[in-house]
């Protein structure tokens, strides 16, 4: 069963470029928050890049491999899951300037493939994604990130 997340970070006095950088520059997450364990990225000739993921996640590790495309110009950068832990898992970051600072989106489905689990088990797996997101970003972007509407 396919589950949306939407997450949306208010960066203080940041740059939207800037943020927007570190955002594409996974393979350094690991320097920023524990949250990420391994990020390894091997840039295609098509502009695409493959990159493999080991996170955090509760009490053990979730893998997978993704194909990004990133857009500086538009600070958009679009993912898809190709091999992992997830049935799916596909979504897109934005950044985009406002009041001074930067918002950060992230708009993505995933589905766990536990078909009969998915009402006890996706709701879990949502908060625990929506916890990591917010460690990474705070992580890239120091104190001044904000997460309005959450909790």
């Not at 391994?38 to 493959?50: C, F, L, M, P, Y």
């Not at 955090?56 to 091999?83: H, K, M, Y």
């Not at 997101?133 to 909790?151: E, F, K, M």
Request: net charge negative; hydrophobic share 40%; charged share 30%.
């Amino acid at each position: 069963m396919t589950r949306q997340v939407t997450l949306e970070a208010l960066v203080s006095d940041a740059d939207a470029d800037t943020v927007f950088a570190r955002l594409a520059d996974f393979e350094r997450y690991p320097e920023f928050t524990d949250a990420v364990r391994e990020v390894r990225v091997t840039e295609r000739a098509d502009g695409v890049i493959d990159s493999e993921w080991a996170v955090n996640f509760r009490n053990g590790i979730l893998r997978w491999s993704e194909n990004e495309v990133i857009d500086p110009a538009a600070r958009t950068i679009t993912f898809a899951q190709t091999t992992g832990d997830f049935e799916s898992f596909d979504g897109t970051w934005r950044v985009e300037e406002r009041d001074g600072g930067a918002v950060v989106r992230f708009d993505a489905e995933f589905d766990l493939g536990m078909a009969s689990l998915a009402a006890i088990i996706d709701p879990i797996a949502e908060r625990a994604l929506v916890e990591n997101l917010q460690r990474i970003l705070t992580g890239l972007n120091g104190p001044s990130t904000s997460y309005p509407g959450r909790a």
